[in-house]
């Protein structure tokens, strides 16, 4: 069965870090792009960061210079590096992904075909 599995959120103080993870089974991992979004209360769905087959990673303004997608293949895992975090990165945090069997296409965050989302892992940044 497919699934992805995040973990790693938790309540950190602005300006504060934290890495989130998304272990994935059931799939062949590498023929995959995957997306990092996000869900607060009283927003819209917002993409974050995309990863594509080569490693390239794509982000949401709001994001750049402080957040780093990343992959371990070996790991069947995406990992999201979340830097200088501020109170708006709040937010429920999922991982999803899209079937991309040439590593160099290019991935973005705001395609709405991201499939298999796990549950998410809650991220809280307040003083």
């Known amino acids: 069965q497919v699934q992805l599995v995040e973990s790693g959120g938790g309540l950190v103080q602005p300006g504060g870090s934290l890495r989130i993870s998304c272990v994935t089974s059931?799939?062949?991992?590498?023929?995959?792009?995957f997306v990092w979004f996000r869900q607060a209360p009283g927003k819209e769905r917002e993409g974050v960061s995309c990863i594509n087959g080569n490693g390239d990673g794509n982000y949401a303004a709001s994001v750049k210079g402080r957040f780093t997608i990343s992959r371990d293949n070996a790991k069947s895992t995406v990992y999201l590096q979340m830097n200088n975090l501020k109170p708006e990165d709040t937010a429920v945090y999922y991982c999803?992904?899209?079937?991309?069997?040439?590593?160099?296409?290019?991935?973005?965050?705001?395609?709405?075909?991201?499939?298999?989302w796990g549950q998410g892992t809650q991220v809280t940044v307040s003083p």
């Open positions: 999803a992904r899209r079937y991309t069997p040439s590593p160099v296409w290019r991935c973005s965050v705001n395609h709405r075909d991201y499939a298999n």
């Open positions: 059931g799939f062949t991992f590498d023929y995959n792009s």
